[in-house]
């Protein structure tokens, strides 16, 4: 009999020897090493255990009476220690073994970030039964806290069973959605939300910094300063294929070892099986494609003929209650076409991405029951074209219904404001309908709701359609763009309604037709929410035009220009000086702008950080002259020096620039103070433009002198500066939280009519809340971009990744 | 094929991208997703806007000039527009963003 040595007892070599005992239980003498000290087991069973839903005994697979039915000569316990190819032994701990033919699956190790603190007691990895038990007792104390440092697959099965077993668990993610190998962004979200849901604490783009405590583990650093004390860490960070001892016995090795499609080693004596194997460049962390190899290597082992392919794999996630599927390749792109269906109301996310009449990938979330019929369809490469309308509904298909573009509205809760303005909620809208009110018009008699600002008017016109059905005919409404059937309106009172504080948060809540959106609506999106939740959403500067990105003017030949801001229009020698240096150092074009300041023009991108650095050291910051923001405030002379001055105009203009700078707004906003009707500021042609007089300063707003000429309406008259500085503000206010992204203030303020604005912050309560409102932003967006990315760091993206010039190209 | 490292994918905003400078002029390096690139030519056939500096989205870029959209895979222009821009071989090992250097000669010498 031929003497048969394996190395690792786990999955892949356990259904080795199973194929084994069924086709040829007599043909070897099989002696099986293990490290760890017991045999096969469900390691994907590990979770179940975790959460105490299974227990061990439960998930062995392979128990002493099997091995002992097979005359196995278990070495349990025993760890390999070198494999001596001449004569063919292999040494383990308490002595060698000779093989005719020997097996290697000693499957991954779990990879550990080397961080200060990563060797602590209490740093625990999840791979085996031992990891399991530890995680198990750590959870056994009261009120114990865990920080487990990875979100894919296993961080998150380990965060749930965890938190089954009452722990505060947080999960810390280093990519911006969970799972990012397995799912796209929209599917990430409804997993992070149910797992929220469940009391489990998420961050993404969290980036671990150091694990502190004293004898063992009681806190994890971030590089943000956040600190979360813990009782245990699990790091759920990848596998990496355990190969060190074919390695040392000169086998070839890759990224794993290297074997053929018939699982043999570059020793023709030795085969490898499991996560321990490269093939074709390919490794593997999943069971499926591990059972194919194991029954192509019993068949190799008996001389029979047999070839390991590769095959589509699917993912599912053991976390009871969150639902997920993703098989495929699902990233979008050219001849490729999305379907997706988004049900807001239940959470549900599908996505099948088709190429050339075939499904070539797909993700699911919230119901996952076709899942498999899915999958079959991809592997099989089957020809869709005939079912493509209704595939998206599954196999049971039967009618010819299609995706609501209702769904949103229809889903939102009955106390989900719908109008701002007079505080009515979707309830009392349909209460109204319910009493007999048909149309718009009756919901305002009756509720007031869309009767004010009016830019509810779509939501309350969605709410009559799904209540009345057939009934009710829809005016038709402009759609942000082909991404959605929403307005602008909507999306902005839904994103408040809800609470939506995330672009993802968007996309499904709001029923999203494409992945990520488009040039047209993630701009527009991405300013609704820093403008509605300036503490809770982070800016995405991948979600703005080139010149917001790069904090500066693109020209027609791709270079930039650079306009500092001169507060008010003044300036002195020592910034001018400065600009003359620096037009001589950077090769800069100077122009004396329409605005009251001065450009230099054609600036190298690469040359940006070092001119804004110079523009900062001058005491200069950025005239964001290209921004959808605040620009310039011109001013004239005023009191100070001119013979018909009345107030400081001057002073004032200063004083409204130095408070406005560096707000986000829907579009641009200009302002004016001209110390007298002659108006030598021409403040009369800006969003707003202030005149003093004799008795006090007069308010205009909704001016404008580009495409239109549009002279400005009287807001209102005040008698101080300080009450003129509040209107002002909360008027800009009233403006970014109201106003459709793109729309100047004259646009605005023509859909929802000069009186209500004026009757809004003629309150005295909400002209002082949209005031607080408007300085909690600049709390946050009052920062000079320049002076944030004159830094080494930041204006490393400045430069190219790399220069290749001088490589050979042949 | 001659591979070229040219650095992280992390160096690569998500939805964005980074130019690599050859002897024939600069390659945008664009970064669609956590895991996946595409490389194409980084000027813009309509009126030679840097494409690298265009909204990202799906596997699609916006011209940052007059929005002219292209496709990242076929480097054809979007709609109603147009025209198409060169791609490149570029692949990921590991972290490491690569590009066939070979290839870019030859496509541009074409
Ligand atoms: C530099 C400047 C012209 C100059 O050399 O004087 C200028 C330059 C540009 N203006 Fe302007 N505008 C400039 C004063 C004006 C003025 C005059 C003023 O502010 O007193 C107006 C009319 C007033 C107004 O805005 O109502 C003006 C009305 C526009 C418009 C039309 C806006 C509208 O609502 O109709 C645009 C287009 C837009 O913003 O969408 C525009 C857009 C532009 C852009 C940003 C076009 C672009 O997107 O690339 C130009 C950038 C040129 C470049 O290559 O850098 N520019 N632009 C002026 C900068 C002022 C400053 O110091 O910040
Ligand atoms: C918690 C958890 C959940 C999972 N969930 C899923 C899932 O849902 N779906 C899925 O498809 N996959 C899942 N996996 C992955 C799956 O378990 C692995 O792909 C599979 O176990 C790999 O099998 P293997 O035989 O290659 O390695 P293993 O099962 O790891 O077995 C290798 C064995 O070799 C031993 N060994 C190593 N070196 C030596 C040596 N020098 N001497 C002696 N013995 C040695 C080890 O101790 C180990 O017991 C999960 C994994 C974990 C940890
Ligand atoms: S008017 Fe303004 S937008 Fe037009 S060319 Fe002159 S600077 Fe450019
Ligand atoms: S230069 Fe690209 S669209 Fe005009």
């Known amino acids: ?810 | 094929m001659n591979w070229i490292d040219v650095g992280h994918i992390d160096d690569i905003p998500l939805r964005g991208a980074q130019i690599v400078k050859t002897s024939i002029g600069c390659v945008a390096v664009f970064r669609t997703d956590e895991q996946e690139v595409f490389a194409t030519s980084n000027s813009c056939p309509h009126k030679g806007g840097p494409l690298s500096e265009g909204i990202v989205h799906g596997r699609k870029v916006t011209c940052p000039l007059h929005n002219w959209v292209f496709s990242l895979e076929t480097g054809v222009a979007q709609g109603a527009d147009a025209g198409q821009i060169a791609t490149y071989p570029v692949r990921l090992d590991g972290g490491r963003v690569l590009l066939d250097l070979d290839e870019i000669g030859k496509r541009s010498a074409a």
Request: aromatic fraction near 6%; include cysteine.
């Open chain 1, 1 to 810: 009999m031929q003497k048969l040595v394996v190395i690792g007892a786990g999955m892949a070599s356990g259904r080795v020897l199973e194929h084994l005992r069924d086709t040829a239980p007599d043909a070897f003498e099989i002696t099986l090493f293990n490290a760890e000290p017991r045999g096969n087991y469900n390691r994907i069973m590990l979770s179940p255990v975790l959460s105490g839903e299974k227990s061990y005994e439960e998930i062995v697979t392979h128990d002493d009476g099997w091995y002992g039915a097979g005359k196995v000569n278990c070495r349990f316990g025993e760890k390999v220690i070198s494999i001596d190819r001449d004569r063919k032994v292999v040494v383990g701990e308490k002595g060698e073994v000779s093989y005719d033919k020997l097996i290697i699956g000693t499957g991954s190790s779990p990879f550990i970030i080397p961080l200060p603190g990563h060797d602590k007691p209490g740093v625990v990895a999840y791979r085996d039964l031992e990891d399991t038990n530890a995680m198990i007792e750590a959870a056994g104390k009261p009120g114990s806290r865990a920080v487990v440092i990875g979100g894919g697959l296993l961080g998150l099965e380990a965060a749930a069973g965890l938190r089954l077993r009452g722990m505060d668990v947080t999960v810390l993610h280093i990519m911006g959605h969970l799972m990012e190998r397995q799912l796209d962004e929209a599917a990430g979200y409804l997993l992070k939300k149910d797992l929220e849901k469940r009391g489990i604490d998420v961050l993404l783009r969290a980036s671990t910094k150091e694990i502190r405590g004293r004898d063992r583990v009681e806190d994890v650093l971030l590089e943000d300063g956040t600190v979360l004390p813990a009782d245990i860490v699990v790091m759920a960070v990848g596998i990496r294929p355990s190969v060190q001892l074919a390695k040392d016995a000169g086998l070839d090795c890759g990224r794993a070892i290297i074997v053929d499609a018939q699982m043999q080693t570059s020793d023709p004596a030795i085969y490898a099986v499991g996560e321990c194997v490269e093939f074709d460049g390919n490794i593997f962390g999943l069971v499926a494609p591990l059972y194919d190899q194991a029954k192509v290597l019993a068949r190799s082992l008996l001389g029979e003929v047999d070839a390991f392919a590769m095959r589509e794999l699917s993912t599912k996630l053991k976390v009871t209650g969150c639902d997920l599927f993703s098989a495929g390749d699902f990233a979008e792109g050219e001849g490729r076409e999305d379907i997706v269906f988004r049900d807001p109301a239940r959470g549900v996310y599908k996505r099948l991405v088709i190429e050339e009449d075939r499904l070539v990938g797909a993700v699911m979330y919230g119901d996952t029951g076709d899942g498999n019929w899915y999958f079959g369809l991809i592997k099989d490469g089957t020809d869709v074209s005939a079912m493509r309308e209704t595939l998206i509904f599954g196999p049971a298909y039967q009618g010819g219904a299609s995706a609501d573009p209702l769904a949103a509205v229809a889903a939102l809760p009955d106390d989900a404001e719908i109008c701002g303005c007079n505080g009515v909620c979707k309830g009392d809208i349909v209460s109204a309908i319910e009493a007999g009110a048909g149309d718009l018009g009756a919901i305002r008699a009756t509720t007031k709701a869309s009767a004010s600002c009016g830019t509810c008017t779509g939501l309350v016109e969605q709410v009559l359609a799904v209540t009345l059905g057939d009934d009710f005919q829809m005016p038709a409404a402009q759609p942000v763009c082909g991404c959605t059937d929403l307005t602008h309106e909507d999306v902005r009172r839904l994103i408040k309604a809800q609470e939506l504080k995330s672009q993802p948060a968007v996309w499904q809540e709001l029923g999203w037709k494409t992945p990520n959106g488009c040039h047209v609506c993630r701009p527009a999106v991405n300013f609704y929410l820093l403008a509605d939740w300036p503490l809770d959403y982070q800016d995405d500067p991948q979600s703005r035009f080139v010149n917001e990105r790069n904090h500066a003017n693109i020209q027609k030949d791709g270079t930039y220009s650079v306009m500092p801001r001169m507060w008010g229009g003044m300036t002195n020698a020592q910034e001018l000086r400065a600009i003359a240096d620096a037009a001589d150092k950077y090769n800069a074009v100077v122009k004396v702008t329409g605005g009251q300041r001065i450009d230099l023009l054609g600036i190298k991108k690469e040359d940006l950080p070092a001119i804004w650095s110079d523009m900062n050291d001058a005491g200069m910051v950025s005239g964001h002259a290209y921004t959808k923001g605040l620009r310039t405030v011109k001013t004239c002379v005023g009191s100070d020096w001119c013979r018909f001055g009345t107030q400081d105009s001057t002073g004032l203009g200063i004083i409204l620039e130095k408070r406005l700078w560096g707000s986000w707004t829907p579009h641009k906003v200009k302002l004016g103070v001209s110390g007298c009707p002659r108006n030598c500021a021409e403040a009369t042609c800006k969003d707003v433009g202030i005149i003093c007089v004799d008795s006090g300063y007069q308010i205009g707003v909704g001016g404008a002198a580009g495409m239109d000429v549009k002279e400005v309406e009287r807001l209102h008259d005040a008698r101080t500066e300080e009450e003129t500085i509040e209107w002002t503000v909360a008027f800009v206010q009233l403006y970014r939280e109201h106003a459709k992204y793109l729309d100047r203030a004259y646009k605005w303020i023509a859909k929802v009519g000069l009186d209500w604005v004026r009757d809004t912050l003629a309150d005295d309560a909400e002209r002082a809340a949209l005031v607080e409102r408007f300085d909690i932003s600049q709390s946050v967006y009052q920062k000079d971009p320049w002076a944030e990315r004159a830094s080494p760091e930041a204006a490393r993206h400045f430069k190219p990744l790399a220069d290749l010039t001088l490589e050979a190209a042949e």
